[in-house]
């Protein structure tokens, strides 16, 4: 399979929403980042003209020189420009957005849109030496003949370098390579150390911190002994425990061995680290707990690693080694719920095959556990995986027999048992049994308790102001829709399904004629067969009703052909599923 030179990168929907709403703005990258073609592509999407050179008037993308972004932006124009690292620093401030190397997650998948993988050793040092962009990722594939995995001695042989880095530091000289190593530190450090707080850093608080965090990689795979001898003395000054806790993880790759005992005691850090911290530190931890002996450090790790698993890239490989690992701390409780966040992650993201590892290692785990209790443990998180994977599949009857299987052990063993009542709460509502969804969800003011209480309660102007308070959204956007208020820049923010999120603004439209326009494009590239295309059928036949477009009783029939199609696996809809608003909003509830 041939390599493309643009791959979708984390910043594109940053740049597609301010070209949508015709803002301005910049996207700057050092050469042969890629800004070119993202910008492109990106102004194909929005509709917006693509132009050279600063003209102001019409909006437009427009491709200049770094020097001539200010004026660009001035004018109302969103820029797109390349240029040297020096460059793009000095004129990377209020609103520019950098275009960043491939970090190494997105790099393996990138590769494997090409049909190439790596191993994990070599995909750093391939980082390093290509630069880190897609079009010479892309040159290297070809100087290696497109193997089937690239190995960390293909990378060594291979005849690259980072431009884009090299002349920077070649120009900029210790002191930005002492600050690029440290990422963030004080005025002190950075003085004591021999950093410089140049123009590649910005003050937040009492820190100086990189523009362009990922410099520090570049920097430290640039000169290691000099990573090295920076770092350590740095774990003499800093007093920040998150920073101590990278340092000495960057140390580790370094094949400095000195820090582990000392690391273990700041395994607390992974508690507050944003993600990509947070998986760095992890994959340290999960690697170095063994050697000093913490099953608690590894145990939390672990935890870290599932509860990020929406942001990683894996394979089932991967799981299957997490699982492993997991397995191996059993009957530590820490472990068990890993178990139960990884499965929930993966088939909340539809991933059945990688699931499917997690719940195999729970069924060994019930063959071979020994204690009552631990064998109770595995079959509550094993159950509770089942009854997931058949509310998604539709199965909510299977569902509820698993769930009240589990329920009526909740004597014997309290883990997981929060989720074992509201999830057969939930399985009562999916199947239109609300009295006894009550007894499950009673006293629940989270999404679930408030979702029953939208489909029961008259009082929904109430109802939209506990959801408000209790920050569930999505609640709130559904209670305004069955009140009839126009809520279509609530339900804009909502993180639900691109498809719902359009037939819930076309269900809030004051103008059901335009709103059916903007449905039909939504239901042309929806999949007939996903559930949700059942939604958007019954908002389709309501709007038509409504614009005067349908016959009263035809729609009427399609309805009842509805009601019996949905009825077959959730039983609980049929009774919202009619031309009406208040019930098509409360209705969404069993689509999300």
């Known amino acids: 399979m041939a390599c493309s030179g643009y791959f979708p990168r984390p910043m594109d929907r940053e740049v597609l929403e301010l070209l949508e709403a015709r803002r301005p703005g910049a996207l700057l990258g050092v050469r042969r980042s890629g800004v070119s073609t993202t910008a492109r592509r990106l102004a194909n999407i929005a509709g917006v003209p ?35 690292l ?56 070809e100087a290696m003949n497109y193997p089937a995995r690239v190995t960390r001695q293909m990378v060594e042989e291979l005849d690259t370098r980072p431009v884009w880095f090299l002349e920077a530091a070649s120009r900029l000289g210790r002191g930005f390579l002492v600050a690029s190593i440290l990422a963030a530190a004080s005025e002190e450090e950075l003085k004591a150390l021999g950093g410089e707080a140049g123009f590649w850093m910005r003050r937040e608080g009492r820190l100086y911190v990189l523009k362009a965090p990922w410099l520090q990689f570049y920097a430290v795979q640039y000169d290691p002994e000099l990573a090295k001898s920076v770092l350590e003395e740095a774990l003499k000054m800093v007093e920040d425990r998150r920073r101590a806790a990278y340092y000495m993880a960057l140390l580790w790759r370094l094949g400095v061995r000195g820090h582990v005992e000392r690391s273990m005691e700041y395994v607390d850090v992974l508690d507050a680290a944003p993600p990509q911290l947070a998986l760095d530190l992890s994959l340290y931890f999960l690697e170095t707990a063994p050697l000093a002996g913490r099953r608690d450090v590894e145990a939390k790790a672990l935890n870290t690693l599932a509860d990020l698993m929406p942001f990683l890239t894996y394979s089932v490989r991967d799981v299957e080694y997490l699982a492993r690992r997991a397995t191996a701390l059993v009957p530590q409780r820490e472990a068990y719920l890993a178990l139960y966040k990884m499965g929930m992650h993966l088939l909340t993201a539809g991933k059945f095959s990688e699931a499917e590892v997690v719940l195999s290692t729970l069924e060994d785990l019930l063959f071979r556990t020994q204690r009552e209790e631990e064998w109770l443990m595995a079959k509550r998180v094993l159950n509770l995986l089942q009854a997931y994977k058949e509310g998604l599949l539709g199965r909510w009857r299977e569902a509820r027999r698993l769930l009240e299987e589990e329920y009526v052990t909740l004597k014997f063993t309290g883990l997981l048992g929060d989720r074992v009542r509201r999830n057969l709460g939930w399985a009562y509502v999916m199947l239109g049994d609300f009295r006894q969804a009550k007894l499950y969800l009673k006293g629940d003011r989270g999404y679930y308790g408030l979702a029953l209480l939208l489909l029961t309660t008259k009082k929904l102007g109430r109802l939209r102001s506990l959801a408000k308070a209790a920050k569930e959204p999505v609640i709130a956007a559904l209670a305004g829709a069955a009140l009839g208020l126009d809520v279509r820049a609530e339900v804009e923010e909502l993180n639900i399904r691109p498809e719902l999120k359009e037939a819930l603004k076309a269900l809030a439209d004051p103008d059901p004629a335009a709103a059916l326009r903007r449905l039909a494009a939504v239901l042309s590239r929806t999949d007939p067969g996903d559930r949700s295309a059942l939604y958007l059928y019954a908002v389709e036949a309501y709007l038509q009703k409504a614009a005067g477009r349908a016959d009263a009783e035809e729609v009427k029939k399609f309805f009842e052909r509805l009601r019996g199609v949905v009825a077959e696996d959730t039983p609980g809809a049929t009774k919202f599923l009619k031309t009406s608003k208040r019930a098509l909003a409360k209705a969404a509830v069993f689509f999300l």
Do not use: Q, W
């Open 50 to 84: 693509h132009k050279n050179g600063v003209k102001c008037g019409e909006y437009a993308v427009v491709e200049v020189a770094v020097e001539e972004v200010k004026d660009a932006v001035r004018c109302g124009l969103f820029a797109a420009a390349t240029g040297t």
């Open 86 to 141: 020096e460059e793009v620093l000095k004129a990377a401030d209020g609103g520019v957005i950098l275009m960043p190397p491939m970090s190494t997650s997105e790099l393996v998948e990138f590769l494997a849109s090409s049909g190439v993988s790596i191993d994990l050793e070599a995909a750093d040092l391939l980082l390093y030496k290509t630069g880190g962009y897609p079009e010479d990722v892309c040159k290297a594939l």
